[in-house]
T-cell receptor
């Protein structure tokens, strides 16, 4: 069965500094992996996806993630944090048969001025 | 707005009461999913439909929960004899035919509080 593990429940950074949100996955085959963001009182929004094409995936708002099979990781990064990036971030794996999404427990990103 | 619509946005109920939520997916999306999200956790899969057929139910979905999608369009999720542990955000999502996870569109959810 597929699963994802988000290694940090909270991450705090200063505005303008890099962001790293860590995610490890478990899958018996090549997975489809995603990062979703959830701002307070708003719906889930897709940031980016990996579906076995390029291992470095670029998403919206300057975020990107790199799929590393040898490390079973799919970490999310951004070179320079903005105050508006403060939100909950979820690493997600998709079940290839049902398109069901399996979410990690989330990482709360705080951005300080 | 042609996004996924959920109603109501908030529901407060007393323990033991029945509640029903509605989800209107994006038109022509044949797959519809229900998730539950509790505070500090990621959304957990409850069930999904392909058209009107309910194809999978999570073990989280006790016999007090029932979901329907009678005409393959909107869906309802009913919770009978609510318990305080049912308090959560209930999310609905839909996806078009041949969609993959990137095509999953989420509604804003129904926040249930059981007193």
């Amino acid at each position: 069965a597929q699963s994802v593990t988000q290694l940090d429940s909270h991450v705090s950074v200063s505005e303008g500094t890099p962001v790293l949100l860590r995610c490890n996955y478990s899958s018996s085959y090549s997975p489809s992996l995603f990062w979703y963001v959830q701002h307070p009182n708003k719906g889930l929004q897709l940031l980016l996806k990996y579906t076995s094409a390029a291992t470095l995936v670029k998403g919206i708002n300057g975020f990107e993630a790199e799929f590393k099979k040898s490390e079973t990781s799919f970490h999310l990064t951004k070179p320079s944090a903005h105050m508006s990036d403060a939100a909950e971030y979820f690493c997600v794996v998709s079940d290839s048969n049902t398109d069901k999404l399996i979410f990690g427990t989330g990482t709360r990103l705080q951005v300080f001025p | 707005d042609t996004g996924v619509s959920q109603d109501p946005r908030h529901k407060i109920t007393k323990r033991g009461q029945n509640v029903t939520f509605r989800c209107d997916p994006i038109s022509e999306h044949n797959r519809l999913y229900w998730y539950r999200q509790t505070l500090g956790q990621g959304p957990e899969f409850l069930t999904y439909f392909q058209n009107e057929a309910q194809l999978e139910k999570s073990r989280l979905l006790s016999d007090r929960f029932s979901a329907e999608r009678p005409k393959g369009s909107f869906s309802t999720l009913e919770i009978q004899r609510t318990e305080q542990g049912d308090s959560a955000m209930y999310l609905c999502a839909s996806t078009p035919p041949q969609g993959r996870g990137e095509k999953l569109f989420f509604g804003s959810g129904t926040q249930l509080s059981v007193l």
